[in-house]
Nanobody, 129 residues
Framework: EVQLVESGGGLVQAGGSLRLSCTTS????????IGWFRQAPGKERERVSC????????SYAASVQGRFTISNDNAKNTVYLQKNNLKPEDAAIYYC??????????????????????WGKGTLVTVSP
């Protein structure tokens, strides 16, 4: 059974940093991509970053480019989202999700229209002014 568990959320002051973790289990031998998404109250869900495991393709939303960094530690089955210089508008519930492909999964990161099938339950990030 595929599972994704987010952790690392919390309260931080504007300008501060947080590192979110997405720990995975139950993955098969197929290539996969992990996306980080966020949803604030009253707003649509937004994909903020993505990484494909096989070839390391990454992508970022314009709103977080240069402030957030996604990375993958295969030995720990964990994908991280390092978030620096946080702003009040970064406050949201952050979710990680996975998409699988028999071949390269990089298309998940190259085109946000490709939906991911497996989702974690989310972790809350609050940013105080």
């Amino acid at each position: 059974e595929v599972q994704l568990v987010e952790s690392g959320g919390g309260l931080v002051q504007a300008g501060g940093s947080l590192r979110l973790s997405c720990t995975t289990s139950g993955f098969t031998g197929d290539d996969y991509a992990i996306g980080w998404f966020r949803q604030a109250p009253g707003k649509e869900r937004e994909r903020v970053s993505c990484i494909s495991n096989g070839d390391g393709v990454t992508s970022y939303a314009a709103s977080v480019q240069g402030r957030f960094t996604i990375s993958n530690d295969n030995a720990k089955n964990t994908v991280y989202l390092q978030k620096n210089n946080l702003k009040p508008e970064d406050a949201a519930i952050y979710y990680c999700a996975a998409g699988f492909s028999y071949f390269s999964a990089s298309y998940y990161c190259e085109d946000p229209q490709f939906g991911m099938a497996y989702w974690g339950k989310g972790t809350l990030v609050t940013v105080s002014p």
